[in-house]
């Protein structure tokens, strides 16, 4: 997220072309603000952080050494490169909500368990993620059989009444972390590896 703005920086990576894009997206008006594709290192390269006027990348010098490393700041307004070499720059901490992450065999993934089966007859594998915010439960599981997970994200009222639910990925070898997140009262998440959906909480 990007300190006083309602924009989103996300890292695009294209496995096909092993190439990375940079883009601000204003997520209140839906619309790119600024999208750089033009990354002096097109692949070993990744973003860590947002501040109030730029966007770090991190620049792996050496695959065969991920400690060899350079940085590289775009400015937050236009995306541009501004420093190939970034002094320090404290790293901005925003509003974003993320969820409790809960794996089997822990008391808190047995909790979670026996509220989707008693609402939706579905028994979660492996992991679980769960946030209660705006006074909803929000809760991301896995289901199916093993090399063929669906990933299935839920929100509930308080009194654990199912609102809306959706199937944001399909056929996966494993679980993931952080699959959705709540920021300025919307809600995050990607649907099946390759688009971003934001919902409004009202």
């Known amino acids: 997220m990007a ?17 990375v894009t940079i883009t601000a997206f204003d997520f209140e008006n839906k619309k790119i603000v600024w999208r750089n594709a033009s990354l002096p290192e097109p692949w070993w390269i990744n973003l860590v952080s947002v501040s109030h006027h730029r966007v770090v990348l991190k620049i792996f010098e050496n695959t ?3 400690d060899i490393t ?24 925003n509003e974003v909500q993320q969820p409790f992450q809960y794996v089997a065999g822990e008391p808190e993934f047995k909790t979670v368990e026996i509220f989707l089966k ?25 289901f199916g059989s093993p090399g063929a997970f669906t990933n299935l ?50």
């Open 3 to 19: 300190p006083g703005k309602k924009w989103l920086i996300l890292e695009q990576r294209n496995e096909v072309n092993r190439e």
């Open 64 to 66: 065969a050494n991920p």
């Open 70 to 93: 350079s940085f590289l700041s775009l400015s937050l307004e236009d995306g541009g490169i501004v420093d190939r070499q970034p002094e320090s720059e404290a790293e901005y901490t």
């Open 118 to 142: 008693t609402r939706l007859n579905i028994i979660p594998l492996l992991g679980a993620e769960y946030l209660e915010s705006h006074n909803f439960i929000f809760v991301s599981c896995y």
């Open 153 to 202: 994200l839920g929100c509930f009222n308080k009194a654990g009444e199912l609102l809306w639910k959706d199937e944001i990925g399909t056929n996966l070898k494993g679980i993931g972390v952080n699959t959705f997140f709540i920021a300025y009262d919307y809600l995050f998440f990607v649907k099946n590896k390759t688009e971003l959906v934001t919902f409004r909480i009202v």
